[in-house]
C-alpha cells in the first residue's frame, strides 16, 4: 500500500528517559526527510492527541517505546491491526496509549487507510534524563528503517 499524504509521523512519549524515544526519532527523521510536501511531524505525549490528528486522511507512522521484556534497542515494525500491538505501553486512568487511540479511531471511523506502527523495546522508564545507553546506540537503525520506507518518488 502507498504512503497517501499527508503522511502524518508521529513520536509518542515525553523527554525524559527511554521515552523520549518516539521525540527524538522525529527530531532526527525531520532532518533527514524534510522539507518533504505531504509529510508532518508531531511529537506527542500520549493517544488522547494521537486521536486529536486522525481525521480519515493520509497516512500515519507512529514510533513509540516499548515495555522492557529483554531485548532493549530491539525495534519491531506492525501493520495496524496487528495482536502483538499489546505491546505498546497501555495508557493509565489519566491517559490513553496509543493502541486505545487506534482502535477508537478505528472504531470512529477516523482511522486512515494506512497506519504503520515502530517501536523500539526500552530498557527502563525510570525519569533519568537521557537515552539509555542501547537505545541510543539503536536508534540510528530504526531512523534509516523508517527514512527508507518513506522515500516518497518525487
Not at 502507498?2 to 509518542?12: H, L, N, Q, S
Not at 521484556?69 to 500491538?85: E, H, S, Y
Not at 472504531?107 to 537515552?131: H, S
Request: hydrophobic share 40%; charged share 25%.
Amino acid at each position: 500500500m502507498k504512503w497517501r499524504p499527508p503522511v502524518r509521523i508521529v513520536g509518542v512519549g515525553s523527554p525524559l528517559g527511554d521515552d523520549a524515544l518516539g521525540w527524538e526519532a522525529i527530531r532526527k527523521l525531520q532532518s533527514e526527510l524534510s522539507p518533504q510536501p505531504g509529510i508532518e511531524f508531531y511529537r506527542l505525549d500520549g493517544g488522547q492527541r494521537l486521536l486529536d490528528l486522525m481525521d480519515g486522511l493520509g497516512s500515519l507512522l507512529v514510533i513509540d517505546a516499548l515495555e522492557p521484556k529483554g531485548n532493549p534497542g530491539g525495534i519491531l515494525r506492525f501493520n495496524w491491526p496487528d495482536p502483538r500491538l499489546e505491546t505498546l505501553r497501555p495508557g493509565s486512568t489519566h491517559q490513553m496509549g496509543p493502541a486505545e487511540a487506534l482502535r477508537l479511531a478505528s472504531a470512529i471511523k477516523t482511522l486512515p487507510a494506512r497506519v504503520v506502527i515502530y517501536g523500539m523495546e526500552a530498557e527502563r522508564f525510570d525519569p533519568q534524563q537521557e537515552l539509555s545507553p542501547r537505545v541510543r546506540v539503536c536508534l540510528p537503525e530504526l531512523i534509516e528503517r523508517i527514512a527508507k520506507e518513506l522515500k516518497i518518488p518525487d
